[in-house]
């Protein structure tokens, strides 16, 4: 069985730079993504147009620059991930070649082989969040497990963390006691019925 290696991380894009070269349907889906989980995330978007929902955006959030512009080499300058959406293969890949030269982790999308990263699905429940991946092979199956932890997360989970968080403020001795009484106080979140 073939299994999933990628590693899961989760970026403070709002104290990261993020190219998106394309402002098409895809271009639009991938920074709508970004925006769901991270609404203040720094974003240029660089496309010859924009698709309107784009341009929306960008006036509800501050922290996106629409530069109307064919890709340029230059653009790859400061930036941390690179995600190329354009309906051009030999752009998406001239972006992929120039981003690994400088050591950019790059998304082409809609082609597995050169993708660093995937998007995947997320749940998110005040300060808890869950990142699904299917390793690329079926973002339907991700929406569904998406669809399917929104429904059986509580709601009020957020109030329990930052309960925990309180609670873990007071404990006193080294690391290993503080794990050991936080494992025994969140013990029966993974008790079976």
Known sequence: MEQNEL????????????LIVGGG???????????????NANVEVVAKDF???????????????????????????KRHMVIACTDDLEVNKKVYDLSRKRYLICNIADTPDLCDYYLGGIVTKGNVK????TNGKSPTTAKRLR?????????DINHMVENLNEYRKTLKGDFEDKVKKMNEITASLKKKE
Do not use: D, R, W
């Open 51 to 77: 698709h309107l929902e784009i341009k929306l955006l960008a006036e509800k959030h501050p922290s996106i620059t629409l530069t109307q512009s064919k890709f340029k080499k230059k653009m790859l300058k």
């Open 147 to 155: 669809e399917f932890f929104e429904e059986v997360i509580p709601e």
């Open 7 to 18: 590693y899961p991380v989760f970026l403070k894009l709002h104290n990261l730079n993020v």
């Open 25 to 39: 349907n895809v271009g639009l889906e991938k920074l709508s993504f970004l925006l769901k989980s991270s609404p």
């Open 130 to 133: 869950i990142a699904i991946s």
